[in-house]
Every structure is written in structure tokens, then in C-alpha cells.
């Protein structure tokens, strides 16, 4: 079965492991699931009557696990370069962080930027936290600029808790690392040497199959 390996970046602490949990089971996650370094999912969908399986894998954002997650590239479709809206310093580490490690060891590959919390942007407590700190949450016209600035493909944002907006993060997913052609542009793979992950790095993985199928919709324009 053909296979779109998609690889969730983001700083700790944004609520990449909820949105997840959330698109894969279909519910906000209402229990805190074991600390995991390392969140694999596999979820089947279909584009036309093909069976195709969307590999998700997100990493824990500290630095203490930068090797780890860099063992997570080779052969990575697509890239989901995560913050949190009402995480500031999140937004910021896309340009120092994030984007810079990936085109320093995946330059080609396809990546997203994606906000996420969006729930939570009109929550009294956050505003007041956000305020003492003469700080604001990040807006949709802020996360489009940062888009275009470190030429993502494109800015999408959701709420794990609400799921407004999850679908189309993975759709816009698929659809990226696809190309538009109906198969995987291989060459735009992350090519950094392939490793055996957890024979190198000690890891705890949480894997859940679905068993229902996602269908991806395209629309013509």
C-alpha cells in the first residue's frame, strides 16, 4: 500500500501530540495518554477507490531530544512546522528554529505551517497572561506573513479541542507531499542517511491503526 510519511515539528508544549490524537481517533484527547518521546500514528485513506496510509510521526520539541528527532527525517513526504497561537515564543521559533534545521537537513522537502490552539485565542485567562507580558496572540494574518516569509507552502491553523480547521491540515498534508500528481514526488524525500530509529536512540512509540478510512477530497478551482 502506497504510504505519505508526514513528520510534525514544532516547539514542546504546543499541542502537536492532541492534534494528533484528535484527527486520528476522531475526539480531543479528555485523559492525558503515558509521556511518550516519540507519537507514531498510521491512518488509512483513499484517493479515488486506491487505498493509500498517511504515517504520522511527531517528536518531543526539547532540545534534549534533537538527535532523536533528526533520526525521524530520511524519506519524510511533507513536514508540519507547528506553533501555538497563544504561544508567542512558539511563533518566533519557527524563524530561528525550525525552518533553519530543516533546510539544513531536508532542503527540498515540502513543509506547512500550522497554528494551532486556535480555540483558546479569545480565552479571558490567556489574554490576561499574554497582556501582563505586553504580548497578543498570534493572528491569521500574522501566520500567513510568517508563511510566506519562510516559503511554506502555505499557512493552516485548527483547534485540537474544536477540531475547526484539523481535516484540511492533513488534506493540505497529503496534498503537499503528493504534488498534485496523484503519487508521492520522490524527489522531493528527505534524503539524509536512513537509520534504524529505535536500535539507535532509546524511544517509546505509540501507534494506533484505524480502522476507518479517510477519504481526501480535492476541489477544482
Excluded at 516519540?38 to 531530544?65: A, E, K
Excluded at 496534498?175 to 524527489?187: F, I, Q, S, W, Y
Aim: overall charge positive; glycine content about 8%.
Amino acid at each position: 500500500m502506497p504510504k505519505v510519511k508526514c513528520v510534525v515539528l514544532g516547539d514542546g508544549f504546543v499541542g502537536k501530540t492532541c492534534m494528533l490524537m484528535s484527527y486520528t481517533v476522531n475526539q480531543f484527547p479528555v485523559t492525558r495518554s503515558k509521556p511518550a518521546t516519540l507519537h507514531s500514528y498510521q491512518v488509512p485513506f483513499t484517493i479515488g477507490d486506491d487505498p493509500w496510509t498517511l504515517q504520522l510521526i511527531s517528536i518531543v520539541g526539547q532540545h534534549d531530544f534533537d538527535r532523536l528527532r533528526r533520526l525521524t527525517y530520511p524519506e519524510t513526504d511533507v513536514f508540519l512546522v507547528c506553533f501555538s497561537v497563544v504561544n508567542p515564543d512558539s511563533f518566533q521559533n519557527v524563524r530561528k528554529l525550525w525552518v533553519p534545521e530543516l533546510r539544513q537537513h531536508c532542503p527540498g522537502t515540502p513543509f506547512l505551517l500550522v497554528g494551532t490552539q486556535i480555540d483558546r485565542r479569545q480565552e479571558i485567562g490567556v489574554l490576561k497572561r499574554l497582556a501582563r507580558l505586553r504580548l497578543k496572540p498570534v493572528t491569521r494574518r500574522q501566520g500567513v506573513g510568517m508563511a510566506r516569509e519562510v516559503r511554506a507552502l502555505g499557512y493552516v491553523e485548527c483547534s485540537a479541542l474544536t477540531q475547526r480547521g484539523l481535516q484540511d491540515v492533513f488534506d493540505r498534508a497529503i496534498l503537499a507531499a503528493l504534488d498534485g500528481t496523484g503519487e508521492v514526488d520522490g524527489g522531493n524525500k528527505c534524503r539524509i542517511c536512513s537509520v534504524m530509529l529505535c536500535n539507535s536512540y532509546p524511544c517509546y512509540t505509540e501507534c494506533i491503526d484505524m480502522s476507518n478510512q479517510r477519504v481526501l477530497l480535492t476541489s477544482q478551482r
